[in-house]
């Protein structure tokens, strides 16, 4: 199983960027997507996750600007980030707890710019 991730660049604070994350491979279920990122000098940190039943769940300083979805056709989970802050900047790394193992993909860069 892989995850792609797709969509960081640069983007000017208060404006949005459209992450994307699609799983291949030989994949029977997917219990929940998510993304986590990862900002110079800290700790990795849970974003957003997406359960299989369509509970989402937000860190709090996402709330309200960011929002997760998912195509379970394509396997695919999206976070669409709007009014993004300069503190947003961090790498976004996927995951995905796919027929109950963990899975990560490679990390896109998102730059806000003050």
């Known amino acids: 199983v892989q995850l792609q991730a797709s969509g960081g660049g640069l983007v000017q604070a208060g404006g949005s960027l459209r992450l994307s994350c699609a799983a291949s491979g030989a994949i029977f279920s997917i219990q929940h997507m998510g993304w986590h990122r990862q900002a110079p000098g800290k700790q990795r940190e849970l974003v957003a996750v997406s359960t299989s039943r369509g509970v989402t769940n937000y860190a709090d300083s996402v709330k309200g600007r960011f929002t997760i979805s998912r195509d379970n056709a394509k396997n695919t989970v999206y976070l669409q980030m709007s009014s993004l802050k300069p503190e947003d900047t961090a790498v976004y790394y996927c995951?995905?707890?796919?027929?109950?193992?963990?899975?990560w993909g490679q990390g896109t860069l998102v730059t806000v710019s003050s």
């Open positions: 995951n995905g707890f796919i027929d109950y193992v963990t899975y």
